[in-house]
């Protein structure tokens, strides 16, 4: 029981840092942020006994301290989103506990992809989809803290979006002008 309210306790935690990370105007900021909150989410997973989530969070730390260091706008980002999607999917097939597992694999392949394009509010555009999947996936593993968790990233996520938004549209000019 203990080891239960700690990964609740832990996810909770992760969840406050998470929503903070979309916050942050920079590339390299939400990855600090992402990752610190990502560290709190894999022992949280363990507490739980969520091995696809908690194998699948390891790779995200080395995913998101890969792209902290890579110049933006290279192929080589591409590449290395790709290998690790690879990764991801193999390491969740191995640590397979059901259909639920395919969920976070999907999310977080896809979500590595966009977050190799270095922007963003490209990346929180592609929270609203991967968030959601993680969040079905938190309701099977009965994660009360990653369910908050992601609930908080996708409405955090909007918030980015509004907040970073840039207008594109120009003010229309009166017609005697």
């Known amino acids: 029981m203990a080891k239960l309210i700690i990964g609740q306790v832990l996810g909770i935690i992760a969840t ?5 990370s979309y916050q942050a105007n920079t590339k390299k900021w939400v990855l600090i942020i ?3 909150a990502t560290a709190l989410t894999c022992a949280a997973y363990f507490c739980l006994d969520a091995y696809p989530g908690l194998i699948l969070n390891v790779v995200c730390i080395a995913r998101n ?4 260091f890579l110049k933006e706008g290279t192929k080589l980002n591409t590449a ?3 290998g690790f999607a690879v990764i991801m999917a193999v390491l969740g097939g191995l ?3 059901g259909l639920p597992s395919l969920l976070i694999i999907v999310a977080l392949a896809i979500n590595t992809i966009f977050l190799s394009f270095g922007k963003p509010q490209i990346l929180r555009y592609s929270i609203l989809l991967t ?4 969040l079905a996936y938190n309701c099977f593993v009965f994660s009360i803290g990653g369910i908050a968790n992601e609930g908080l990233a996708i409405i955090s996520s ?4 509004i907040r970073f938004h840039k207008g594109t549209k ?8």
């Open 95 to 97: 640590s397979w506990q």
């Open 80 to 82: 290395i989103a790709i």
């Open 16 to 20: 406050i840092i998470t929503f903070l």
């Open 131 to 134: 968030s959601s999947m993680i």
């Open 158 to 161: 909007i918030i980015g979006i």
């Open 65 to 68: 301290v890969s792209f902290y």
């Open 170 to 177: 120009e003010t229309p000019k009166a017609e005697n002008e």
């Open 34 to 36: 992402q990752t610190i």
